[in-house]
């Protein structure tokens, strides 16, 4: 109830409402609104609906509300974890997704702090964790830990995204889940890109894609993006090299479809991949038209994704150099 209270509050500040615009555009009592928004009362289906409709989120904001039995679910796992079940891991796996959706479509400064909390509740019930369902568990708080290090990569908290990432690969080395440990060695990569380092471009995403039991759209971005940094440091032979050896990925990767913990690794997403690729090797004309048709063949719920920016960027720098 509070995380929606905050993730809303944020929501609306970002859109430009009110307490009170927000209340008249809903047509809601203002106290009720007011009681939900400070964490006070749990918010109805149709507030939260309606709020989600006001901010266009998608219904990703909605998602983070719990029904009755599954909140209740929780809450008695929060209190004595040992007895966790299967319906408290899917309730929290459908709050992940609900947070990866509001990732799309709200400012990361605004989902970040909710996103801490829940994080920190997930793998403190994981450590007193017992039985069959454990390892499920293992697996949506590895993702979760990722995705919270994605969030701090995003507003440039470098030091404890890293740590994080880290956090996240030993759960998955943990369970064994090869596309958890190659999503999170990803994260590094990108993290070395966004610092402006080569050589952990090439290192970080070369590791993740040799990662054993990546998915193959995996290890065709993972392939790609370490091209980008082998160029980058003037290997240029290494780099072609590596974007032959992806683009003989290339089918596969489109056959089988993306698994859930890494959704938007759809063929229009590796074009991205490809055109930061063709762009750190000089090929600028091919660099903006794989860049263009990445972005335009991105669902319309993500054309305006924040994460989007340093493919706009690319885009911009592969125009003006061509």
Same mark, same amino acid.
């Given at each position: 109830?509070?995380?929606?209270?905050?993730?809303?509050?944020?929501?609306?500040?970002?859109?430009?409402?009110?307490?009170?615009?927000?209340?008249?555009?809903?047509?809601?009592?203002?106290?009720?609104?007011?009681?939900?928004?400070?964490?006070?009362?749990?918010?109805?289906?149709?507030?939260?609906?309606? /709020?989600?409709?006001?901010?266009?989120?998608?219904?990703?904001?909605?998602?983070?509300?719990?029904?009755?039995?599954?909140?209740?679910?929780? +809450?008695?796992?929060?209190?004595?974890?040992?007895?966790?079940?299967?319906?408290?891991?899917?309730?929290? +796996?459908?709050?992940?997704?609900?947070?990866?959706?509001?990732?799309?479509?709200?400012?990361?400064?605004?989902?970040?702090?909710?996103?801490?909390?829940?994080?920190?509740?997930?793998?403190?019930?994981?450590?007193?964790?017992?039985?069959? !369902?454990?390892?499920?568990?293992? &697996?949506?708080?590895?993702?979760?830990?990722?995705?919270?290090?994605?969030?701090?990569?995003?507003?440039?908290?470098?030091?404890?995204?890293?740590?994080?990432?880290?956090?996240?690969? &030993?759960?998955?080395?943990?369970?064994?889940?090869?596309? /958890?440990?190659?999503?999170?060695?990803?994260?590094?990569? #990108?993290?070395?890109?966004?610092?402006?380092?080569?050589?952990?471009?090439?290192?970080?995403?070369?590791?993740?894609?040799?990662?054993?039991?990546? !998915?193959?759209?995996?290890?065709?971005?993972?392939?790609?993006?370490?091209?980008?940094?082998? +160029?980058?440091?003037?290997?240029?032979?290494?780099?072609?090299?590596?974007?032959?050896?992806?683009?003989?990925?290339?089918?596969?990767?489109?056959?089988?479809?993306?698994?859930?913990?890494? #959704?938007?690794?759809?063929?229009?997403?590796?074009?991205?991949?490809?055109?930061? +690729?063709?762009?750190?090797?000089?090929?600028?004309?091919?660099?903006?038209? !794989? /860049?263009?048709?990445?972005?335009?063949?991105?669902?319309?719920?993500?054309?305006?994704?924040?994460?989007?920016? &340093? !493919?706009?960027?690319?885009?911009?720098?592969?125009?003006?150099?061509?």
């Amino acid at each position: 109830m509070s995380d929606f209270a905050d993730l809303t509050r944020r929501a609306l500040r970002d859109s430009g409402y009110s307490m009170s615009a927000a209340a008249r555009a809903v047509s809601y009592d203002l106290a009720y609104l007011s009681r939900v928004l400070n964490g006070k009362q749990k918010p109805s289906a149709k507030l939260a609906r309606a /709020l989600d409709t006001l901010v266009g989120a998608g219904g990703a904001l909605s998602g983070v509300v719990l029904n009755p039995d599954d909140a209740s679910r929780v +809450a008695r796992t929060a209190a004595k974890p040992s007895r966790l079940d299967s319906g408290t891991v899917k309730a929290l +796996a459908s709050v992940l997704t609900a947070y990866r959706r509001l990732d799309d479509v709200v400012k990361p400064e605004s989902v970040l702090p909710a996103t801490l909390a829940q994080m920190n509740e997930l793998t403190s019930i994981l450590k007193e964790a017992r039985g069959p !369902h454990r390892n499920q568990l293992a &697996e949506v708080a590895s993702e979760f830990v990722q995705f919270g290090g994605w969030m701090l990569a995003q507003v440039r908290d470098d030091a404890q995204a890293v740590h994080l990432r880290g956090d996240a690969l &030993e759960l998955a080395d943990e369970i064994g889940n090869g596309m /958890l440990a190659a999503q999170a060695l990803n994260f590094k990569g #990108y993290i070395a890109r966004q610092q402006g380092h080569p050589q952990g471009i090439a290192r970080w995403f070369t590791a993740a894609a040799d990662t054993p039991g990546a !998915h193959p759209a995996q290890r065709l971005g993972d392939i790609l993006q370490a091209a980008a940094g082998w +160029a980058e440091l003037g290997e240029t032979d290494h780099a072609l090299r590596m974007v032959e050896n992806a683009e003989r990925l290339t089918d596969v990767a489109a056959r089988v479809p993306p698994p859930d913990t890494a #959704y938007w690794l759809t063929p229009e997403f590796n074009r991205l991949n490809l055109g930061l +690729a063709t762009l750190a090797l000089g090929r600028y004309d091919q660099a903006a038209d !794989h /860049l263009t048709a990445g972005l335009a063949g991105l669902p319309e719920d993500l054309q305006n994704a924040p994460w989007g920016w &340093e !493919h706009r960027e690319a885009l911009r720098q592969a125009v003006e150099a061509r």
